[in-house]
């Protein structure tokens, strides 16, 4: 089980498909690797060994980071994030 405070996020390799078992990475079934708790799923076509070079498991990475962190961010008036320099910055965040 997954704690309530924790975001859930999916990538999933579908490439070669795993006899009796269907669609997966190679190695993991895409029936054991679909969550209900995700927020977000993502499949991309990719192997086990090879997702994290894959260019559309690298941009659906990104765009979670990406939104975690505006979402986690303090806002720009919060004197502790101006203190320690946390304040986003435009066009940081803008590619």
Same mark, same amino acid.
Request: net charge negative; charged share 15%.
């Given at each position: 089980?997954? *704690?309530? +405070?924790?975001?859930?996020?999916?990538?999933?390799? +579908?490439?070669?498909?795993?006899?009796?078992?269907?669609?997966? +990475?190679? &190695? &993991?079934?895409?029936?054991?690797?679909?969550?209900?708790?995700?927020?977000?799923?993502?499949? &991309?076509?990719?192997?086990?060994?090879?997702?994290?070079?894959?260019?559309?498991?690298?941009?659906?990475?990104?765009?979670?980071?990406?939104?975690?962190?505006?979402?986690?961010?303090?806002?720009?008036?919060?004197?502790?994030?101006?203190?320690?320099?946390? *304040?986003?910055?435009?066009? *940081?965040?803008?590619?």
């Amino acid at each position: 089980p997954t *704690a309530p +405070d924790v975001i859930v996020n999916s990538i999933i390799g +579908d490439y070669i498909p795993l006899p009796r078992a269907g669609p997966s +990475d190679g &190695v &993991v079934p895409m029936d054991s690797a679909l969550l209900p708790e995700s927020q977000t799923t993502t499949i &991309v076509d990719a192997s086990h060994t090879s997702i994290q070079r894959s260019p559309g498991a690298q941009q659906e990475l990104l765009k979670i980071l990406r939104n975690h962190l505006s979402t986690h961010l303090p806002p720009n008036d919060c004197p502790i994030a101006q203190e320690l320099s946390w *304040a986003p910055r435009s066009s *940081a965040v803008g590619y």
